[in-house]
């Protein structure tokens, strides 16, 4: 009964394809992220989406789109790929968008662009 | 804006040696939340704590112990005895009122215990 799965685990595609990383959870929770972690392991956040609607967006490239069919997933779409987004991504969620709940995070999509 | 400081990017100890992880934050929230998460060789990030920053207590949970001193900015993490299974990478984060429950996250300390 995982929290927060994510699939794949590992992904490895070819320069300029597209691809999609897919985040479930099932604890009813409201507000569902997505952060990347890069080579360095420096973790940052890319998206928030709350009850299917996006609340936060940090610099990200247009290539990088989220979407939310229904509070319980947030999947990531990403368009003409490139080496440097080669990196660990991570889904999580939480139970609204105050500061007092906790997060619980996915196992991590590896993504390698080759 | 808000950031979070480890300095410590790789500890190194043989096994019994009691380690502290520094953590210093900036913020302008009066109200804000500091979190401490490990990651495994295997990926996971495994949440370890969170407080608040009303709430000055050192916390105490088995062989690890957190040192929260809002006058100083920092929410240090200690592991006393520690053991080969504490080799990770450990990640100090912070999460103010106004930043939306987005978690900002230190760039992590590598801590390798040696047998």
């Known amino acids: 009964d995982t929290a927060v799965s994510q699939t794949p685990k590992y992904l490895v595609t070819q320069m300029g394809n597209d691809k999609s990383i897919k985040c479930e959870q099932n604890?009813?929770?409201?507000?569902m992220y997505w952060y990347k972690q890069d080579s360095k392991k420096f973790l940052k956040i890319m998206f928030s989406?709350?009850?299917?609607?996006?609340?936060i967006n940090e610099t990200v490239p247009n290539r990088f789109s989220p979407k939310s069919p229904d509070k319980a997933h947030l999947n990531l779409h990403i368009n003409s790929l490139e080496l440097g987004d080669s990196a660990v991504y991570f889904c999580?969620?939480?139970?609204?968008?105050?500061?007092?709940?906790?997060?619980?995070f996915g196992s991590g999509t590896r993504l390698t662009v080759v | 804006a808000q950031k979070v400081t480890q300095a410590q990017t790789e500890i190194s100890v043989v096994e019994k040696e009691d380690v502290t992880l520094d953590c210093v934050y900036e913020t302008r929230d009066t109200t804000y939340y500091l979190f401490w998460y490990k990651q495994p060789p295997s990926g996971e990030l495994v949440f370890l704590i969170r407080?608040?920053?009303?709430?000055?207590q050192n916390e105490i949970s088995g062989r690890y112990s957190w040192n929260f001193q809002k006058s100083t900015s920092s929410f240090n993490f200690t592991i006393t005895a520690s053991q080969v299974v504490d080799s990770a990478v450990y990640f100090c984060a912070l999460s103010g009122y106004n930043a939306g429950n987005m978690l900002t996250f230190g760039g992590g300390t590598r801590l390798m215990v040696k047998p």
């Open positions: 604890l009813g929770h409201d507000t």
């Open positions: 999580a969620s939480s139970q609204g968008q105050q500061t007092n709940y906790g997060y619980t």
């Open positions: 407080r608040n920053s009303f709430d000055e």
């Open positions: 989406y709350n009850n299917k609607e996006l609340i």
